[in-house]
């Protein structure tokens, strides 16, 4: 019953390095999202995937690129890793269950940019 | 303006009294409203979801919703430390899709 997998939990990288933080989900989920949390400002979405084979930006997608591989796995690329880009990164999944309706997260990614 | 604002707090609160959390949001055709508790270190956990004007209860939390107002509120009563944590506010905007908007998240320590 592992829900959403994150990996890595914790990475530094320097400057002007890429890194891809994979994501996946075993609860059947169509909806998988990318937030990164920073002190005082909560959870903004990067990039969405609504479903297989679809993705959409949200509120940060600059510095980003995402994948939807399948409908288990959704992973987002940082292409040149930069100083701003340091965050906590969570991994989400969703699916509309009549009245109840609710992400379910990862355990996070803790990223340095150094 | 932000699309769903809450105090940051920290909320101090003694233990067993009610803890009192607001959050307002600024999409007036949103019609679903999350309250997730996140620990330190740890990722959000949904606690409770509220969908039509009034109030809704779960054990010890209660959510609050007045859309015409765009308010949405969460008390927890009978504060334990165990309470601890931040809550954030999440609501569905009107537009189309499933994703959510977050707010800051309010921080509330439950004094033994």
């Known amino acids: 019953n592992a829900g959403v997998t994150q990996t890595p939990k914790f990475q530094v990288l320097k400057t002007g390095q890429s890194m891809t933080l994979q994501c996946a989900q075993d609860?059947?989920?169509?909806?998988m999202y990318w937030y990164r949390q920073d002190p005082g400002m909560g959870l903004r979405l990067i990039y969405y995937?609504?479903?297989?084979?679809?993705?959409d930006k949200g509120e940060v997608p600059n510095g980003y690129n995402v994948s939807r591989l399948n409908k288990r796995e959704f992973s987002l690329r940082l292409e040149s890793a930069a100083p701003s880009q340091t965050s906590v990164y969570f991994c989400?999944?969703?699916?509309?269950?009549?009245?109840?309706?609710?992400?379910?997260f990862g355990s996070g990614t803790r990223l340095t940019v150094v | 303006q932000k699309e769903v604002e809450q105090n940051s707090g920290p909320l101090s609160v003694p233990e067993g009294a009610i803890a009192s959390l607001n959050c307002t949001y600024s999409?007036?055709?949103?019609?679903?409203f999350f309250w997730y508790r996140q620990y330190s270190g740890k990722s959000p956990e949904l606690i409770m979801s509220?969908?039509?004007?009034g109030d809704k209860e779960d054990g010890r939390f209660t959510a609050q919703l007045n859309k015409a107002s765009q308010y949405v509120s969460l008390l927890i009563r009978d504060s334990q430390p165990s309470d601890s944590a931040t809550y954030l506010c999440?609501?569905?905007?009107?537009?189309?899709?499933?994703?959510?908007?977050f707010g800051g998240g309010t921080r509330v320590l439950v004094k033994p």
């Open positions: 999409d007036r055709g949103s019609q679903s």
């Open positions: 999440a609501v569905k905007p009107s537009a189309a899709g499933n994703k959510l908007t």
């Open positions: 989400a999944s969703s699916e509309w269950q009549g009245a109840n309706y609710g992400y379910t």
């Open positions: 609860m059947n989920h169509n909806s």
């Open positions: 995937s609504a479903s297989e084979g679809t993705t």
């Open positions: 509220i969908y039509s004007n």
